[in-house]
C-alpha cells in the first residue's frame, strides 16, 4: 500500500486550516445603528436595531434586533436597552403582542439573512390577521412588534464545509440560551405584565418562538420557568388554575435537543387528568416527520457523545394508574424531542383541497381548543391536529409530528399553512376570549 509522504500529509492539514480560516463567517455586530428607522423603498434600515415598516398601514409592525455572541453574551447592552426602551414606550400608549424569533443553524442578524425576511413576513401578515379582528370585535388593534434575536449560527461560510459545525454550534447556543437570553426574555416579559396592570380592554402579550439549535436555546431559557410556573406556588393561593406559561405561549420548531430534557415537564403536564376548558397552549413542540437533520444527524452524534454514560429504564403511571408508560433513558439522550415517539402528543396534517383561512377562523379558535377530546380530530383552518390521547386534552404542553407536506424538512418551517397554524396558536394563546359552553369536559 502507497503510504503518503509527510509534505503531502502537511499540505493537507495547510489546505484545511485555510479553508476553515478564510471561511469563518464574520464574528462582529450588524445592526450598529440603535436609532429609529423608518422602512422605505429607499432605506432598507440594514444597520439599524430598531425599525418601523408599512407605517401608517394595516400591515404595520415594529422589528427590533438584539445581538448575542458565542459566548452567549450580550454584543452589545446599549442595543438591547434600545430595544426594551422602545417597546416599553410604545407599551405606554398601546397593547402590544410582541413576537421574539430565535434563528437556528446557518443563520445570523446579516442583512439579507432569509430568517429575517421570512420573520417579517410572518409579523406583516399578523398585523393583517389582527387588524382585521379588532374590527370585527369591535375593539382596538394590538400592535405587533417582533424582536429578532441574532447569534452566530453559520460559523463557516464555504458550502459543504459548513456541515462540520452541527455540533460546535449546538454548544454555542446552549450558551446563548443560558446567559444573556434569558434577560432579554424576562425583560420583555415585564413589559407584557406592566401593561397589563393598566385597565383593560386590551392587554399585551408575549410569545416566544426558536428554530433547530435557536430552539435548543429557547428551552434552556425557559424550561425550568415553565415548570415554575405550572406549578404556580405562590402565597395565599386557594384553588387549582390554569397552568400558566412563560409570556403566553412558546413554540419550538424542529428543535435539535435530547427528548430527556423535555421529560420533566412531561411528566408535570401528565400529573393532570384533565384541564380547564379555558385553559389555552403553553408550550408547542413541531417537529417534521422527515427533518433529517434532528431524525438522524443529531442521533448519530449524541450516540457518541453519551457512548460512556449509564442509563435507566423509567416507569410512569399517572391519574391512578390510567396513564402509564415506559421508555430507556438511553434511547432519550440520543433522540431529538421531535422524534422520541413515547413523548409524542399530537400529528398535523393537511386539509385536502383547502380553502384559504377567513377571519372568523381565527375569531373562533378559542372554541376549536377549548372543545377537544380525547383521540379526536381537529380542523385548524387548513390543516387537522390529531389528538393521539397519550396526554389529557387540552394539556398546555403540546409535542407535535408534522406531516412532511407541511414542513418538508429542517429548514422548511415558513410555508402557508405551517404559518397559519403558528398564526392560529398565537391568537389562541394570547385572546382574552373564553370558549363558549359546550359541555366538554
Not at 407584557?192 to 416566544?208: A, C, F, Y
Not at 400529573?271 to 427533518?291: K, M
Request: aromatic fraction near 10%.
Amino acid at each position: 500500500m502507497r503510504t503518503i509522504s509527510r509534505q503531502t500529509r502537511i499540505a493537507f492539514v495547510f489546505v484545511l486550516s485555510a479553508m476553515y480560516l478564510f471561511g469563518c463567517t464574520s464574528n462582529q455586530m450588524y445592526r450598529t445603528d440603535n436609532s429609529l428607522c423608518i422602512s422605505s423603498l429607499e432605506n432598507n434600515c440594514d444597520k439599524h436595531s430598531i425599525q418601523l415598516h408599512n407605517q401608517g398601514d394595516d400591515s404595520e409592525y415594529f422589528l427590533g434586533f438584539v445581538e448575542i455572541d458565542d459566548q452567549g453574551q450580550l454584543r452589545d447592552r446599549n442595543q438591547m436597552d434600545t430595544v426594551i426602551d422602545k417597546l416599553r414606550e410604545m407599551a405606554g400608549k398601546d397593547s402590544l403582542l410582541i413576537n421574539v424569533y430565535v434563528h437556528g443553524w446557518q443563520h445570523n442578524a446579516s442583512p439579507g439573512d432569509a430568517n429575517i425576511k421570512n420573520f417579517s413576513e410572518h409579523l406583516k401578515k399578523l398585523s393583517q390577521i389582527e387588524n382585521k379582528l379588532a374590527k370585527k370585535q369591535n375593539r382596538a388593534s394590538r400592535k405587533i412588534t417582533g424582536v429578532y434575536v441574532g447569534w452566530r449560527g453559520k460559523s463557516i461560510s464555504i458550502p459543504g464545509l459548513n456541515v462540520i459545525t452541527f455540533w460546535d454550534r449546538k454548544n454555542t447556543s446552549l450558551n446563548v440560551g443560558y446567559m444573556s437570553i434569558a434577560e432579554l426574555f424576562l425583560k420583555l416579559e415585564e413589559i407584557s405584565n406592566v401593561r397589563n396592570s393598566w385597565t383593560p380592554p386590551i392587554k399585551s402579550r408575549l410569545v416566544i418562538m426558536g428554530h433547530s439549535f435557536g430552539g435548543q436555546a429557547v428551552f434552556s431559557a425557559t424550561s425550568q420557568i415553565l415548570a415554575s410556573r405550572f406549578i404556580d406556588s405562590r402565597e395565599n393561593k386557594t384553588h387549582q388554575d390554569t397552568a400558566k406559561g412563560f409570556g403566553d405561549l412558546v413554540v419550538l420548531l424542529n428543535p435539535a435537543f435530547e427528548a430527556l430534557r423535555y421529560a420533566p415537564l412531561y411528566d408535570l403536564s401528565s400529573e393532570r387528568c384533565s384541564y380547564f376548558p379555558e385553559q389555552r397552549p403553553r408550550l408547542a413542540i413541531l417537529t417534521s416527520e422527515t427533518d433529517n437533520a434532528t431524525k438522524t444527524a443529531f442521533p448519530f452524534g449524541r450516540f457518541f457523545s453519551t457512548f460512556f454514560e449509564t442509563h435507566n429504564t423509567v416507569n410512569r403511571e399517572f391519574c391512578g394508574g390510567k396513564k402509564q408508560f415506559t421508555f430507556k433513558e438511553g434511547t432519550a439522550d440520543r433522540t431529538a424531542v421531535g422524534h422520541f415517539d413515547p413523548f409524542i402528543s399530537h400529528t398535523l396534517v393537511p386539509v385536502p383541497n383547502a380553502e384559504p383561512l377567513t377571519t372568523d377562523v381565527y375569531d373562533n379558535i378559542q372554541n376549536v381548543w377549548g372543545n377537544q377530546t380525547a383521540g379526536a380530530t381537529t380542523k385548524y383552518g387548513r390543516t387537522i391536529l390529531e389528538h393521539l390521547d397519550r396526554t389529557a386534552p387540552r394539556n398546555p404542553y403540546l409535542n407535535i409530528r408534522v406531516d412532511s407536506t407541511l414542513m418538508a424538512n429542517h429548514v422548511d418551517i415558513w410555508g402557508d399553512k405551517i404559518q397559519e397554524f403558528l398564526r392560529l396558536l398565537v391568537l389562541l394563546a394570547t385572546s382574552d376570549k373564553a370558549p363558549e359552553e359546550s359541555g366538554a369536559q
